[in-house]
């Protein structure tokens, strides 16, 4: 049970180049989020999804599409990087009862 | 979600017990109390959570006042390694989790 894995770990991207993060989970939870955290700060929804199809924004969507094909996973796009979006990316399951379970991140620098 | 208060900062002496405040005295009667805590450069962790009765698991103990306007988190033996952001949340168990700044815990040897 490997729970919520993020890849990659690092990325450096030129201004305007686009890539895609991947979360997978393994606990079957049908509930998974993006947050990105800057330096200092806290975090802050990116998008979510209850389920297999739906999707949803955050609170800082602007730049970042997501999609969500199966349970299992939960893909966030960057279309066109710009330096604003340097910041570490955490994706997140979440059970009713029990919270949430977060991924190690990403660590994203945009130059 | 009702809004928290935490202070920004702490310190613990190790081995002691690390008692860590959260006010949300808007709080309505559905909303949960949640603690996460964060380590350095980690994802935030799980720690506790609870509607009204205390709570106690392997981590932590969680203490809420009866009017339900406050509540505190009880590391009952804290360790180095417990150095950490701690957020207190107080949200719907169907909400998204949204963070404040926390109380950075830091425990001295």
């Known amino acids: 049970n490997a729970g919520v894995t993020q890849t990659p770990k690092f990325q450096v991207l030129k201004t305007g180049q686009s890539m895609t993060l991947q979360c997978a989970q393994d606990?079957?939870?049908?509930?998974m989020s993006w947050y990105r955290q800057d330096p200092g700060m806290g975090l802050r929804l990116i998008h979510y999804?209850?389920?297999?199809?739906?999707?949803d924004q955050g609170e800082v969507p602007n730049g970042y599409n997501v999609s969500r094909s199966t349970t299992e996973d939960f893909p966030l796009r960057l279309l066109s990087a710009a330096p604003s979006q340097t910041s570490v990316y955490f994706c997140?399951?979440?059970?009713?009862?029990?919270?949430?379970?977060f991924g190690s991140g990403t660590r994203l620098t945009v130059v | 979600d009702a809004k928290t208060t935490q202070p920004p900062s702490m310190d613990c002496a190790e081995g002691r017990a690390a008692n860590l405040p959260c006010n949300h005295s808007?709080?309505?009667?559905?909303?949960?109390v949640y603690w996460y805590r964060q380590i350095h450069s980690q994802g935030p962790q799980y720690i506790i959570h609870?509607?009204?009765n205390n709570e106690t698991n392997e981590m932590a103990s969680l203490i809420i006042t009866e009017d339900r306007k406050s509540s505190t988190l009880i590391l009952p033996h804290a360790t180095l390694r417990d150095t950490a952001v701690y957020y207190c949340?107080?949200?719907?168990?169907?909400?998204?989790?949204?963070f404040g700044s926390g109380t950075r815990l830091q425990v001295q040897p």
């Open positions: 606990m079957n939870h049908e509930y």
């Open positions: 949340i107080a949200m719907t168990g169907r909400r998204a989790l949204t």
């Open positions: 609870g509607l009204k």
């Open positions: 808007t709080i309505s009667g559905n909303e949960y």
């Open positions: 997140a399951t979440r059970t009713y009862d029990y919270g949430y379970t």
């Open positions: 999804s209850v389920g297999a199809g739906i999707t």
